[in-house]
């Protein structure tokens, strides 16, 4: 059952209208047919499919003027390194760096200023990470997406709340390597909330998901919360079915953990995000300056319930809550 779809719809083409004209303002081409490097660690899925879509319809038709590479790289920084340095050798025109931070600071690393890079930042902070100058001008060949994660962990917890009002020990699973702020807004916020927050700090393996949670659930939790982890995002059908089978309510920061059994999700929508880094790609491609392209941070987030789970967990999901979803799974 869709909720507010079509404002949510109009909202999203009204806020990024200026940019997707822009982008269809041609300049002179960086060449006739767009070559982008797509450097990631997991195989082409959904977002992929988004960033695609979306450059169609600004006029770079994968097959016809426009050809991805794509390497699916391994996590550890020399291997990103090395992915990115062969991309930049087999001579694509733009490097999407999506991912990590350790994938920026490796993109960089090997266009060496020469290639314009389009990132999508949703899990650090590409400003305090020193890759740009600021967010309004970030100068140099670099551009992209950011979203402030930290924010967006306590109003997980402030979901929790709604949904869980009897709820009182709550574990976060969070990536030591890339979610300390969030566990540190989030342990800020937990006790005004009225949680005892658990913090389990799962590493960069997103295998030990399932296995996390079903440490929780021996430790006697009433739910657990997602921080936001590009590695958790791949592991989703793994830890949304082990919570299921513990029969603990899973807030997570994607849909997509919503649509495999996930009690609710909120946060940006991912495909969504590579839709808005294919205009990036666009305009850079038609000429402008990547160091002149400010730096946008989305201001619409979703909030996504799966009804289903909720009845299965034998949960009654306040009217109010369930207002205000964008989408309740039936």
Not at 5 to 12: A, P, T
Not at 156 to 176: Q, T
């Amino acid at each position: 059952m869709k909720r507010r779809e079509l404002i949510v719809k109009l909202v999203c083409s009204t806020a990024w209208w200026p940019l997707a004209v822009r982008a269809q303002q041609s300049r002179k081409l960086l060449s006739p047919n767009l070559r982008l490097g797509l450097v990631d660690s997991s195989a082409v899925n959904a977002a992929h499919n988004a960033l695609i879509e979306r450059l169609s319809e600004l006029g770079f038709v994968d097959g016809a003027n426009l050809s991805i590479d794509y390497d699916n790289s391994l996590f550890e920084q020399a291997f990103m390194d090395a992915a990115y340095a062969d991309m930049v050798k087999r001579g694509v025109d733009i490097l999407l760096a999506s991912g990590s931070e350790r994938h920026l600071s490796s993109a960089v690393r090997a266009a060496a200023g020469r290639i314009p890079i389009v990132f999508l930042a949703m899990d650090y902070d590409p400003l305090r990470s020193g890759h740009v100058a600021s967010l309004a001008r970030p100068g140099g060949n670099v551009t992209g997406l950011f979203v402030r994660q930290p924010e967006l962990a306590v109003k997980r917890l402030e979901m929790a709340r709604h949904a869980l009002p009897r709820a009182r020990r709550v574990a976060l699973l969070w990536d030591g390597n890339i979610a300390k702020e969030q566990y540190e807004a989030s342990s800020a916020a937990a006790a005004s909330l009225g949680f005892d927050l658990q913090s389990v700090e799962v590493g960069s393996v997103s295998y030990n998901l399932p296995d996390a949670v079903e440490r929780t659930a021996r430790a006697g939790v009433d739910a657990v919360v997602l921080a936001s982890s590009f590695l958790y995002y791949e592991s989703r059908a793994g830890v949304a079915q082990a919570a299921l089978e513990l029969r603990l309510p899973l807030i997570a920061f994607a849909r997509e953990f919503v649509e495999v059994g996930a009690l609710m999700s909120y946060g940006v929508s991912i495909p969504g995000t590579w839709r808005r880094a294919a205009d990036y790609v666009a305009r850079i491609a038609r000429g402008t300056n990547p160091g002149d392209l400010a730096i946008e941070q989305p201001t619409l987030f979703e909030l996504v319930v799966n009804g289903r789970t909720a009845s299965s967990l034998g949960l009654n999901l306040p009217p109010t809550l369930l207002g205000r979803a964008d989408e309740v799974i039936e």
